[in-house]
């Protein structure tokens, strides 16, 4: 517990982007670099994580105009369905090319946020590393990458608008 709270201080005082997330993830990868490596994690705790992220997704989903929210239900499902379908497809491709089985692929590949799918894989006995590896990768491909971009791209317009006027 020591060990994440002087990486989460350390990743606040660097300006890490993230720090509560990546400070415990960094730990936990030095950890098992040069530790005994992660210990099991009991049913019940797996199965109570389960629940409580259940609970809190449903609590934060929240339906302030009910007509939108029926209007909007066909669109969101269908394209949650061609998402998944996407991840599925996706999976099965690179599963002729890489050694990780189908099913972790789609895991690693599926919508979803790093808790969620890291206890889903605990769940289901599929590599947890992996699946967060995945996970990590594009979460930091967009902090890293993408957002930079994006404000460049939105800083070149403003510059090219503000000559415009």
Sequence with gaps: MLVLIVFI????????????LLGPLLAATLFNLVGPGAPEVPSFW????QLM?????????KVDNPQLFK???GIIFVSNVLLIAFCYGMAVFLGHYVSIPVNE?????????VAEMSVTALSVHIDVSTVT????????????????LIKWVALKKSVVSDHKV
């Design 105 to 113: 692929l789609f895991l690693s590949l599926a919508p979803g946020g």
């Design 9 to 20: 201080s350390l990743g606040k005082k660097i300006h890490f982007p993230l720090p509560h």
């Design 53 to 61: 992220i259940g609970a809190h997704l449903g609590y934060t989903l």
């Design 133 to 148: 590896s995945f996970h990590l990768f594009r979460i930091l491909f967009i902090l890293f990458l993408i957002s930079p």
């Design 71 to 73: 209007k909007m239900f």
């Design 46 to 49: 797996l199965n109570l994580s």
